[in-house]
Nanobody, 130 residues
Framework: QVQLAESGGGPVQAGDSLRLSCAAS???????????MGWFRQAPGKERDLVAA????????YYSDSVAGRFTISRDNAKNTVYLQMNSLTPEDTADYYC????????????????????WGQGTQVTVSS
């Protein structure tokens, strides 16, 4: 089993920055450093969309068009934690943000579909006001 716990969300003004953290509690011999990680977000009435992902190879990352150039995903394997640095926030970034993990990915590539991730956090809310 793997437990994921997001933190760092909250209300901010447009143009502000936030850093989300996702701490993984890994048991049963699973290795966080070999996990594929993703950050998804879901706004009210909308689907859950991938905004950023990182392979177990830390040099392989993905960003959706809506956040590219503003958001940065990173991971600290020593701390079993993945981060999402969010800059230049806009009201369109308002959503619940979820961390997801696949601890045994089939390759070193990016996992795009929510169905590819085995484990999910409970989410952290980000509200950006204009």
């Amino acid at each position: 089993q793997v437990q994921l716990a997001e933190s760092g969300g909250g209300p901010v003004q447009a143009g502000d920055s936030l850093r989300l953290s996702c701490a993984a509690s890994v048991v049963s011999g699973r290795t966080f450093s070999r996990s594929a990680m993703g950050w998804f977000r879901q706004a009210p009435g909308k689907e859950r969309d991938l905004v950023a992902a990182i392979s177990w190879r830390i040099d392989i990352t993905y960003y959706s068009d809506s956040v590219a150039g503003r958001f940065t995903i990173s991971r600290d394997n020593a701390k079993n934690t993945v981060y999402l640095q969010m800059n230049s926030l806009t009201p369109e970034d308002t959503a619940d943000y979820y961390c997801a993990a696949d601890v045994d990915p089939p390759s070193s590539g990016i996992l795009f579909s929510p169905g590819r991730y085995e484990y999910w956090g409970q989410g952290t809310q980000v509200t950006v006001s204009s």
